[in-house]
């Protein structure tokens, strides 16, 4: 029991964490690639706005892979 337990709080822990990291270093990389180029250039850059786009998106989705983790994890479900 202990540890399936110990197995459910690193997954409720590291699956939505990593909902947030991705998002951050594609945000992160972005940022350095705006500061060493020129904010000009990234305002015509169409694939660093469509990453920006997509890791909002995929950041916005945190809640629900949290919700999916702790229903995974419930004994009662399993």
């Known amino acids: 029991y202990q540890r399936r337990a ?3 709080l690193i997954l ?3 699956v939505p964490s990593l909902i947030f990291g991705i998002p951050l270093v594609a945000e992160s990389t972005i940022a350095i690639y705006s500061i ?3 904010f000009d250039d990234l305002a015509t850059n169409q694939t660093a706005a469509t990453l920006s786009m997509f890791s ?3 950041f916005s989705s945190h ?3 949290n919700s999916l983790t702790i229903l995974a994890c419930m004994p009662s479900y399993r």
């Open 6 to 8: 110990v197995v459910s």
């Open 63 to 65: 809640t629900f892979a």
């Open 36 to 38: 060493l180029n020129g």
């Open 12 to 14: 409720q822990g590291v």
């Open 56 to 58: 909002l998106t995929f």
